[in-house]
């Protein structure tokens, strides 16, 4: 009977760590509302009078734990946009050297059913 369950937990803890970061869709409403939010946070805490933006999402995972936590491996550069400006659209600027490309790891946290969203880790600021 050993062999049976010993077998069962091996394939388990090869298919990935039980309640462990698993990749995420980045069509994903969820995943959307995450990185949105960790961007407009990002803004917020910059003392850059650009904004920046998402230039490449390069990894996305989400993790189950009282609530999800999002974990995004983006790299970030500063678009033409001026915080405060009117635009809505910023693509980030084409000049490397003005964009300043960053890569970023950054972890949000969400419980939808408390209304509550913040960003754990920013490897950014």
Known sequence: MIVPFLAVILAVASAGLIGGPTDADMNDEGVQNALQFAVAQ????SN?????QVSEVIRV??????????????????TNCRKGGVETLC?????????????CKITVWSQPWLKSIKVLENTCL
């Open 48 to 52: 850059d009078a650009f904004v920046s």
């Open 91 to 103: 693509a980030v600027h084409e000049d490397p050297d003005v964009a300043r490309v960053t890569q």
């Open 42 to 45: 990002y803004n917020r805490q």
């Open 61 to 78: 995972q989400k993790q189950v734990v009282s609530g999800l936590k999002y974990i995004f491996t983006v790299n970030m550069g500063k």
